[in-house]
């Protein structure tokens, strides 16, 4: 089904091929000066020069360097929806160089994006979450996100934004939760993950089980995990989509760390797509399936079950990944021994 983009074109009446743009040193402390004007138009092709200019990691430590991170939190706030576009763009393009990204960090840009998490026009929102995306990939990013308490905000519109925003959130979501899943799941994120799992879009059905894993990754989102999602991450397994396949399996691994995830996983029929994961050669849940059932076969039910279907392990002892071929062994082990 196809949906609409969310457009990134400018009104008509700036053109930035008519922006007197000054060269050399003097660049940037012109362009600062003109961010103050009061005059909107000049604005408005002041931030188009910038947007051109911050492509070069240089330009983006010397904006720094000469104080135009305030110049442009101070403009998140204006009421023309252009300047605000503009706005977010370049705070995009400098998140994507990493001298931007600590930039960003230090001069507590985190914060002051939060405000255009409402903002009314789709694109200002989409380029703050392209922001937030990037930043979450730093660790230090990843914890401002946290700290500014963004994660609550962050679950709740993933109920109301477009699909191309909701991936955004969805990454940034994966990244931050690596760190730090407590306020996520006091948000009720699990609920909403639930739903975003049978998403009609692939994507979104991947990058839900991908934050599942990562909250999956800590005590209380095992137990959380193991409480609402497994028969759907059980279902998921046979999912037309690879990338699909393997979050859903990373997802459900470490759910079955917890005994209740075993029993649950037991009982919602996980054996069956997993042994045929692990059978596909190809497969990208391979490594993570093998886990799993090994995890299974620590049940007596489990273990009775997987008897059966030792020949498809062996297999995976010719696998030509050392990582692979080490759980596979694991998992004959396991299966085969007795009290």
Known sequence: MAHARISASLPPDIDPTKAPIAFGKRALPKLNEELQSPELLTQQRALVALCDLVHDPEKVYQAIEIGFLDNLKTLLLHHDSTVRQKTTQILYIMAM????????????????????????????????????????????????????????????????????IQELILDTLSNCLRVEASEALATGAITILKEKLMHSSVAIRSKAARVLLEIGTHPEGKSAVCEEVIPVLVSLLEDTDPEVQASATGALM?????????????????????????AEETSKARLSAIKTLTMLAEVPEGRRTLLHHTDTFQQCLNDPREAVKRAAKIAISVIQWKP
């Open 97 to 164: 160089h990493n001298v931007g990204r600590q930039g960003l960090i230090q001069n507590g840009v985190i914060s002051a994006l939060a405000e255009l998490l409402d903002d009314p026009v789709d694109i200002c929102r989409k380029n703050t979450h392209q922001v937030f995306e990037m930043m979450s990939k730093l660790p230090e990013g990843a914890v401002g996100i946290l700290h500014a308490g963004l994660i609550p905000l962050l679950v709740f519109k993933l109920k109301t934004e477009p699909e191309e």
């Open 254 to 278: 470490f759910a079955t760390i917890k005994p209740q995830g075993r029993f649950s996983a037991l009982g919602a029929k996980a054996i069956p797509p997993l042994l045929k994961l692990v």
